[in-house]
Structure formats: C-alpha cells, structure tokens
C-alpha cells in the first residue's frame, strides 16, 4: 500500500499534527519507504500460526468470575438505575453553597 | 580485593567507589569542555543529592535517562515539547536506587522520546560516542551507555523498547541488561510503546549491571504490569559456573549478509561459551524476518496513542493560536521529525480500513515471533546472537533513511516482542570498535543469561 501527500495530510489532521510543506513531501516520501517495508508482514498470511495467537509469555491464571455481579450496570441504560434522572442528566444534590434554583 | 569481592562484600563499597567515581564537578566540567559527549542533559547539584539509605549501592552515583521521571532534576524526554518539565513525582526504579543508598548524578541524554537507535533525535543534540568521537553511541538510551563508557559513572538506568539499552551498549563496549517485561517497574518511566517498554540497567561489568537489575527490581502495586515474583541475587549469577548450560545458536541471527569480521568475532565468543563449559547447539527461529515491520507497526500505534498527551493543556510546552484545535496541531508541531514520522505511522495504521491489514498482522505476527522462542527455549537454556549487525555508525550516516536506521534493530526487538529478557556483553573489537554479543533467555531467565555473560566476560578478562 502507498499514500499520497492529501492521504499524509488527513493523517496528520488525525494525529493532530501541524505539518509544513517540505514536512508534507518528506513524510510522504518516508511512510511509503518504510510502507513497503511493512508490507512483508503479509508474505506471513500463509504460513502456520500457533493456536493461541492471543498468548505472550507464560500463561497467566485466569480471573475468577465468581465474586463478580454481572450484568455489567454499563450496559444499561442510565435511567434503568439512576436514583433520579431528567431529560438525559443525573439528578443530584446541590453542592453545599449553591443555590439550585440559580438565584443570588 | 578484585573489583567483584568489593562489590559483593556490602562493606567495601563505599571505599571502592569513592575512590574510583567522578565527582558531580568532575562530569560537569568534562562535558562543557572540549571532549564533552553531551552525554547529560542535566547534573546534579550538590543540593540534589538527597539523604538515602544504607544498601549495596550506598555511595555509588547513578546517571538516569531522562525519560525517568526524577522530581529534584527535569525530565525533558529529549523533547522540546517536554523542555524544563519537572514531575510531580518520582519514577518506582528511582526510590529504589535511593533506599539502596544510590545518589543521582544526573539525567542523560536520548533520541526524543526513546524513538531511534542513535541518540542524534535529541532536541538537545547528539550524544558522541567516547570510544569515537565521529561516531554515534547508539540509542536510545545513549547518553547513559556514553556516560557509563566514559567513566563518568559505574552504572547507568536506560529504556528498552526495540534494543534501547543492548543496542547502545555494545555500541559503546559496556554491559546492558533488558530485563523480562514486568521486572522492573514502570511507574514513572514515560510512556513510548506500553506492551514494549521496560526499564533496563548499563553497567561497566556484568556485575555492576546485574547488581543495579536486582536493587530496581521487584513488584510494584503502582504498575499493574509488575510482576508479583521474587527478585534473585543477579549479582551472584554473575559468577556462577555454566557448566552444563545449553546456548542455542539460532541460524537467522547469523545472516551471510554479516561481515566476516564480526562473523569471526562471534564465532569466537560462542567458542568461549563452550570452553566454559556450556554445550552450543543450532536452533531455528522462523518469524525472524519479520520482526522489524512488526515491531513499527505495533510500537508505532502504541506511540501515537501515548503521545496524544501531549496537546499543550496537560503537559510541558504549549504554543499560542486562535481556537482549541489550532493550538494542539501547533503545539504539537515541536515534536521532532522522527517523532511525527512515527505518530503518522502509529495513527495510519490504526485508521479505519487499514486496522487489520497492519496492526491486526503485526498482532498475530508477534504471538507467532514469541511462539518461536517458547519452542527454542523447551531445548535450550540461553540463546546467542549478535546484539547489532554492525559496531557504531558515523553521525548523520542514516539519519535520513528512516528504514536503514530500524534495521539497526533486527537483532534486538524479537526479545521485546516476546517479553524475554535480553543482555549485550562486550566481545571485542572491530577495527578498534567494540562489537556487542546478544543473551536472550526465557521469561524470567536474567539469572541464566547473566551467568553466561559473566563466564564470556571473565573468558576475555582471562586474555588481558
């Protein structure tokens, strides 16, 4: 795969990356350069992978489930527990000091 | 008394370094005359050097890179984005080294951020190589590789994210140790690639290296990713007899591409190792060559997300513009060429579309990489390979083939990919360059590896 400078100058948008001009055609001359480099990881699409891909170094006890409640309370919907819930926001008490209705 | 009983005997010490260290005046004045290496980006002050406790390293000054977090020096990660930054707390390894009774010479200098294998990256300018003054020492951490080279200190802490530490550790004819990832803490240490990044140690000698492993070793409840195990006595490793240990020789570290001087170099050492008393035997590691394109694929995804903290609001420099955005793209305009050229790297092969093709390979090709050292190791104690295909390069020799400067590392990221641990000891010289040779050793084999270093290193003490 290859970029063209307008693809290196929406990836710098991405990364938040002031880039000047000469920066723009070095780069682009750059990620092509080491692109084609990386590329040779698809030559390993044909050979063998071991069975567990997702293992690195020793294998680690698993996390015991069993003190854990589940379902998850985030994969509700807020207002299905919230104590109390208005038109999308939590309703909380006042901070001490503050006046909830917003008068002086 | 040799040089290893007064390091093993906790009593002689202090005697022993206070005789043999520079002084904070010394190291200043050295680097700000002529012959100065740039190897510190700051020196102590006097002040600085805080009470410690009483330990194996009381007395002995330690030069730390400067991508560890110190609070009395700055830690600038050889950046402009980071210039003057002061944390607001200390890095794990840094407390350890002060309960072990260290004192802090200073922060050394690296390429910015850890990202290169020359030290020329700094913002603050290269580090020369004191063996070579036109030559680079290696990266990144090599400002502490020069500095411990030099004599400027004994022991120096670097990074390792690729081969920061062996890489310029054999660059500069000195010992460098990576240890297992979760050895050491990270806590403290910034971040350049999470899954890859451990702290490791440089050190004159193997036992000076191995002492330093064991003092910052250990768990730590602030870096989930230490591990929970109980830290040997590394320096004991260092004299211990191989006899019997089998060293694997795998045939893709030896390319016929190497020059027949460091080719004849390595033979040698392997030939040492078995006069020693350790059996050689051949192995093959067959994801080798594709170490390189997976390591910057996934230490540049990792960056891009880690760096992102840099946005001029919640760290160090922040340059002034019209509007949010504009002020985080020109912020983070001051990262250097290398930096951009590998957060670009990181954010397009993260980007949608793309995601599998390189990040989810380069995933699946790590396991496969980490795969081949679990199998060698089932037959072999330790491997044995070069630590860099070459001694040090002329300054700007690859500075601008980014390429050309990432294979420097081919010999030394497979032991980040697969967590292992990884040591580079001297094994002579090259046209009066030093040349590094490469232990590796399974999860947790520090003692394994340190012991055939140490059997090589006294193999060529024998000689002199």
């Not at chain 2, 950046?79 to 050394?108: C, D, H, N, W």
């Not at chain 2, 030559?135 to 920061?164: E, H, I």
């Amino acid at each position: 795969m290859s970029v063209s400078a307008r693809d290196v100058q929406r990836i710098g948008e991405l990364a938040r990356l002031h880039l000047e001009d000469d920066e723009l055609e070095r780069l682009t001359l750059d990620l092509n350069a080491i692109l084609r480099h990386v590329d040779s990881l698809r030559d390993l699409g044909s050979t063998k992978q071991p069975e567990d891909s997702s293992q690195i170094g020793p294998k680690l006890t698993p996390v015991s489930h069993e003190h854990f409640e589940g379902p998850d309370k985030l994969h509700e919907m807020p207002e299905d527990f919230a104590p109390e819930w208005k038109e999308g926001f939590f309703i909380v008490p006042a901070p001490p000091g503050v006046n909830p209705s917003g008068d002086q | 008394m040799s040089l290893q009983d007064e390091i093993l005997s906790s009593s002689e010490v202090l005697d022993f370094r206070g005789s043999t260290l520079r002084s904070l005046d010394d190291i200043k004045e050295l680097e700000d005359g002529p012959e100065g290496l740039n190897a510190f980006l700051a020196v102590a002050e006097p002040e600085d050097l805080e009470a410690c406790g009483q330990g194996p390293l009381e007395g002995v000054m330690v030069a730390l890179k400067d991508n560890i977090c110190t609070k009395r020096l700055p830690t600038t990660c050889g950046s402009r984005i980071l210039k003057g930054y002061r944390s607001p707390y200390e890095a794990t390894a840094v407390q350890r080294l002060r309960q072990a009774g260290a004192l802090i010479a200073g922060k050394t200098n690296l390429d910015e951020f850890g990202m290169g294998s020359s030290t020329e990256n700094s913002a603050f300018g290269p580090t020369l190589n004191p063996v070579d003054r036109s030559l680079v020492p290696g990266g990144s951490s090599g400002g502490s590789a020069a500095a411990v080279a030099a004599g400027y200190v004994r022991m120096a802490l670097g990074s390792d994210t690729g081969g920061s530490v062996r890489q310029p550790a054999a660059f500069c004819g000195v010992v460098g140790i990576k240890p297992t990832y979760g050895r050491i803490s990270r806590y403290g240490l910034i971040a350049f690639a999470s899954s890859l990044d451990q702290i490791g140690t440089i050190g004159a000698t193997v036992l000076e290296a191995s002492l330093l492993l064991e003092v910052v070793s250990g768990h730590d409840t602030r870096d989930s990713t230490s591990a929970e195990k109980p830290v040997p006595r590394y320096r004991d490793a260092a004299v211990q007899s191989i006899k019997g240990m089998v060293v694997g020789i795998p045939t893709e570290y030896f390319p016929e591409q190497l020059d027949p001087p460091v080719r004849a170099l390595l033979d040698e050492a392997c030939e040492r190792l078995v006069a020693a008393g350790a059996e050689g035997r051949p192995v093959s590691l067959p994801h080798t060559e594709f170490a390189i394109p997976c390591y910057y694929v996934l230490a540049t995804a990792e960056a891009s997300s880690n760096l992102a903290r840099y946005d001029g609001v919640r760290f160090g420099a922040r340059l002034p513009a019209e509007g949010l955005d504009r002020m985080y793209e020109l912020t983070r305009g001051k990262f250097g060429a290398e930096v951009k050229r590998r957060i670009m790297l990181g954010t397009y092969v993260l980007s949608s579309g793309y995601y599998d093709a390189y990040y989810g390979t380069a995933q699946r090709t790590r396991a496969s990489i980490a795969h081949d050292f679990t199998t060698a190791f089932n037959e072999v104690d330790v491997l044995f390979t070069p630590t860099s295909p070459t001694p040090a390069f002329p300054l700007g020799e690859r500075v601008l083939d980014p390429v050309a400067m990432y294979l420097s590392d081919v010999f030394t990221v497979t032991a980040n990919l697969a967590g292992i641990p990884g040591l580079s000891v001297p094994i002579g010289t090259v046209g009066g360059l030093p040349l590094g040779g490469q232990l590796l050793g399974p999860w947790w084999g520090e003692s394994h590896i340190i012991a055939a270093a140490g059997a090589l290193e006294a193999s060529y003490g024998e000689d002199t």
